[in-house]
């Protein structure tokens, strides 16, 4: 097994390198295709840049995970995804070369390199404004991609900032349309459920969200794009919140300040033209990309004469997300490893990154290398830093062994020198004590002996997993008794571990679950706050005497949670649940485990997930 990134070879069998974190592959080859280093990866595929034997001219190489080559489900997609975007004859959608199944049954998809950045880095945050100039370079090019989809019969449903790509070429900047991983065709409808989530929730339509909205076309990708253009001109997103659930109930809700009260002095024809967008009925938006793009023409030309006939201003790489870098060097090129002056250029773009994502959670996103290479199609990952990987199948301080989990379409894990996501807290691990008493351990079978155990730095989600996030990650519609504020209950094991691997993330070990619940306050001796005499789980964080110092709510007296240990016929759930009285205390305590079949349907089990903590570069 060969590594693109130190270029090591390994064992057979071995899936990532032990060095770097990166994906192994079967040899430097992919097809015909000479791969030169790792670009980005994601949790569905990794992008590389490789050279092209034929021509000797340099290209971008998506591939399918090994674990996700393996689903036929993610297979299809794959393809469909090779098939919507070689279909399209259109500068403004990258370009597709090539398409194969490797003698391994590895598929790959060879596209275009490109060469610039996304618009996330162009976004200013207020007082400073993106120039109208650039807003309408890249909403027209934007607009054009999006109108050979759309007549093409195909919907993207995951535009956002990070998949529109402003890229540099010999004729100037021209904005190109990225990841059609999730887009639907006319011909393959049937891949996923019509209402299921399937895109970035700040930037969904209502009735991508919820199955009784309406269907899914053109207009949803019309209001994607009034999302867009919302933020280019506002700096700010209009569903802006901490947490996803937050975003979901806004979207629905319509809460947000029209574009007028957040920038003033615009025409009147754009302030319009951003409400038809994102209009919530799906009838009241512009019917497709050429209509929009017709219309915004239109209110362009109500801009003052000396705003249209500006030049546009090139971007300087002093708004939103850092400096712009330049291409690589011949010698970084050839090495496949940047020297001194691209590290320190890297370091100041994720610093950068971070200051943005702290100022505007509801588009944070895993930060971006200073080498701004991309090919479309790895979601939210085709420009990333190479990330550490959460691995589910890799524990510590645990008791029993864990079936790897499954990772289709997750979400890139977090990226070296980023801080701990909004939802999640960072913990620093240690040695600690885990278990219960001698006297307790003969009263409960489940219980385990107090021992010493370690466990090292890693995330946890600050809250249960709610019901509505759990449709999202699982890519179903929410239920009607949903709501954005309770959490998910009869959750089953493997549902808990898809909507954490589909996050990116993974189950919690019972060591560190506990490791997270002995650092309350309220823990006094073995005893946690219970909450008995109730008939149903609270809002998440609602209680605030249920939250530990470092902010980790609902550990105990909510919902019983699932973890990583266990086996195959009993897995290990933690926590005390809103139905555990005085009868058994010590089922309420840091230290209560339940052995439970991974299929109870169970009203008290809900999930919390973790991740590993982020490396940090030195």
Same mark, same amino acid.
């Given at each position: 097994m060969y590594c693109p990134v130190c270029r090591s070879e390994y064992p057979e069998g071995w899936k990532r390198c032990p060095t770097d974190e990166a994906q192994l592959l079967r040899g430097p080859t992919v097809g015909k295709y000479k791969i030169d280093r790792v670009i980005g990866q994601g949790g569905m595929g990794a992008v590389y840049r490789a050279e092209n034997p034929d021509t000797q001219t340099q290209v971008a190489v998506k591939l399918?995970?090994?674990?996700?080559?393996?689903?036929?489900?993610?297979?299809?997609?794959?393809?469909?995804?090779?098939?919507?975007?070689?279909?399209?004859?259109?500068?403004?959608?990258?370009?597709?070369?090539?398409?194969?199944?490797?003698?391994?049954?590895?598929?790959?998809?060879?596209?275009?390199?490109?060469?610039?950045? %996304?618009?996330?880095?162009?976004?200013?945050?207020?007082?400073?404004?993106?120039?109208?100039?650039r807003v309408n370079l890249v909403l027209d090019g934007v607009l054009r991609g999006l109108g050979a989809a759309h007549r093409a019969g195909i919907v993207h449903r995951d535009l956002k900032p990070e998949n529109v790509f402003i890229a540099r070429t010999d004729d100037g900047e021209v904005t190109k349309l990225l990841d059609f991983g999730v887009a639907?065709?006319?011909?393959?409808?049937?891949?996923?459920?019509?209402?299921?989530?399937?895109? %970035?929730?700040?930037?969904?339509?209502?009735?991508?969200?919820?199955?009784?909205?309406?269907e899914i076309g053109p207009w949803s990708d019309?209001?994607?794009?009034?999302?867009?253009?919302? +933020?280019?001109?506002?700096?700010?997103?209009?569903?802006?919140?901490?947490?996803?659930?937050?975003?979901?109930?806004?979207?629905?809700?319509?809460?947000?300040?029209?574009?007028?009260?957040?920038?003033?002095?615009?025409? +009147?024809?754009?302030?319009?033209?951003?409400?038809?967008?994102?209009?919530?009925?799906?009838?009241?938006?512009?019917?497709?990309?050429?209509?929009?793009?017709?219309?915004?023409?239109?209110?362009?030309?109500?801009?003052?004469?000396?705003?249209?006939?500006?030049p546009v201003p090139r971007f300087g790489g002093d708004r939103g997300g850092g400096e712009m870098a330049s291409a690589p060097t011949a010698a970084a090129t050839a090495s496949g490893t940047p020297g001194p002056e691209r590290r320190r250029e890297r370091q100041q773009d994720l610093r950068s990154q971070d200051r943005s994502a702290a100022e505007h959670p509801s588009t944070r996103t895993p930060s971006r290398r200073g080498l701004l290479v991309a090919a479309g199609g790895v979601a939210a990952a085709v420009v990333s830093v190479i990330a550490v990987t959460g691995r589910s199948g890799q524990h510590r301080g645990t008791t029993a062994p864990i079936d790897a989990a499954p990772a289709l379409d997750a979400a890139p894990a977090l990226p070296l020198d980023a801080g701990p996501p909004l939802d999640m807290v960072a913990l620093p691990g240690g040695a600690f004590t885990m278990g219960s008493p001698p006297d307790v351990v003969k009263r409960y079978p489940s219980a385990l002996a107090a021992q010493t155990t370690e466990v090292a730095a890693f995330l946890l989600d600050r809250h249960e997993m709610t019901a509505i996030e759990l449709a999202s990650a699982l890519g179903r519609a929410p239920g009607p008794n949903d709501q954005p504020d309770l959490p998910a209950r009869a959750v089953t094991w493997a549902d808990a571990q898809r909507a954490c691997a589909a996050l990116g993330k993974r189950l919690p070990t019972e060591a560190e679950w506990e490791y997270a619940a002995r650092r309350s306050p309220l823990a006094i001796g073995?005893?946690?706050?219970?909450?008995?005499?109730?008939?149903?789980?609270?809002?998440?964080?609602?209680?605030?005497?249920?939250?530990? %110092?470092?902010?980790?709510?609902?550990?105990?007296?909510?919902?019983?949670?699932?973890?990583?240990?266990?086996?195959?016929?009993?897995?290990?759930?933690?926590?005390?649940?809103?139905?555990?009285?005085?009868?058994?205390p010590w089922y309420a305590t840091v230290a209560a485990r339940t052995a439970v079949p991974p299929d109870r349907v169970d009203p008290e089990l809900g999930v919390r997930c973790a991740a590993d903590a982020p490396r940090r570069t030195r």
């Amino acid at each position: 097994m060969y590594c693109p990134v130190c270029r090591s070879e390994y064992p057979e069998g071995w899936k990532r390198c032990p060095t770097d974190e990166a994906q192994l592959l079967r040899g430097p080859t992919v097809g015909k295709y000479k791969i030169d280093r790792v670009i980005g990866q994601g949790g569905m595929g990794a992008v590389y840049r490789a050279e092209n034997p034929d021509t000797q001219t340099q290209v971008a190489v998506k591939l399918l995970h090994g674990g996700s080559a393996g689903q036929e489900q993610a297979r299809a997609r794959f393809q469909r995804e090779a098939a919507a975007v070689a279909a399209l004859r259109t500068r403004h959608v990258v370009s597709i070369h090539d398409f194969g199944n490797d003698v391994d049954g590895t598929l790959y998809l060879v596209m275009e390199l490109l060469e610039g950045h %996304t618009l996330r880095k162009e976004i200013a945050r207020p007082p400073d404004a993106m120039p109208i100039g650039r807003v309408n370079l890249v909403l027209d090019g934007v607009l054009r991609g999006l109108g050979a989809a759309h007549r093409a019969g195909i919907v993207h449903r995951d535009l956002k900032p990070e998949n529109v790509f402003i890229a540099r070429t010999d004729d100037g900047e021209v904005t190109k349309l990225l990841d059609f991983g999730v887009a639907r065709t006319a011909a393959a409808t049937t891949l996923t459920q019509s209402g299921a989530l399937m895109g %970035t929730p700040a930037y969904m339509a209502p009735e991508q969200i919820a199955g009784n909205r309406g269907e899914i076309g053109p207009w949803s990708d019309v209001y994607a794009v009034g999302v867009i253009l919302y +933020e280019m001109l506002a700096g700010v997103a209009p569903f802006a919140a901490d947490s996803m659930t937050e975003i979901l109930s806004k979207v629905l809700s319509r809460d947000l300040a029209p574009l007028r009260s957040v920038r003033a002095g615009l025409p +009147e024809a754009v302030y319009q033209l951003c409400e038809r967008a994102l209009a919530d009925a799906a009838g009241d938006r512009f019917a497709d990309a050429d209509a929009m793009r017709d219309a915004w023409a239109a209110a362009f030309a109500t801009f003052p004469a000396d705003v249209r006939a500006a030049p546009v201003p090139r971007f300087g790489g002093d708004r939103g997300g850092g400096e712009m870098a330049s291409a690589p060097t011949a010698a970084a090129t050839a090495s496949g490893t940047p020297g001194p002056e691209r590290r320190r250029e890297r370091q100041q773009d994720l610093r950068s990154q971070d200051r943005s994502a702290a100022e505007h959670p509801s588009t944070r996103t895993p930060s971006r290398r200073g080498l701004l290479v991309a090919a479309g199609g790895v979601a939210a990952a085709v420009v990333s830093v190479i990330a550490v990987t959460g691995r589910s199948g890799q524990h510590r301080g645990t008791t029993a062994p864990i079936d790897a989990a499954p990772a289709l379409d997750a979400a890139p894990a977090l990226p070296l020198d980023a801080g701990p996501p909004l939802d999640m807290v960072a913990l620093p691990g240690g040695a600690f004590t885990m278990g219960s008493p001698p006297d307790v351990v003969k009263r409960y079978p489940s219980a385990l002996a107090a021992q010493t155990t370690e466990v090292a730095a890693f995330l946890l989600d600050r809250h249960e997993m709610t019901a509505i996030e759990l449709a999202s990650a699982l890519g179903r519609a929410p239920g009607p008794n949903d709501q954005p504020d309770l959490p998910a209950r009869a959750v089953t094991w493997a549902d808990a571990q898809r909507a954490c691997a589909a996050l990116g993330k993974r189950l919690p070990t019972e060591a560190e679950w506990e490791y997270a619940a002995r650092r309350s306050p309220l823990a006094i001796g073995d005893a946690v706050l219970r909450r008995p005499g109730v008939d149903g789980p609270a809002a998440v964080g609602s209680h605030p005497g249920d939250c530990t %110092t470092d902010g980790v709510c609902d550990l105990l007296g909510n919902l019983m949670e699932w973890t990583s240990d266990g086996t195959p016929a009993a897995r290990i759930a933690r926590g005390a649940s809103y139905g555990v009285g005085p009868i058994d205390p010590w089922y309420a305590t840091v230290a209560a485990r339940t052995a439970v079949p991974p299929d109870r349907v169970d009203p008290e089990l809900g999930v919390r997930c973790a991740a590993d903590a982020p490396r940090r570069t030195r």
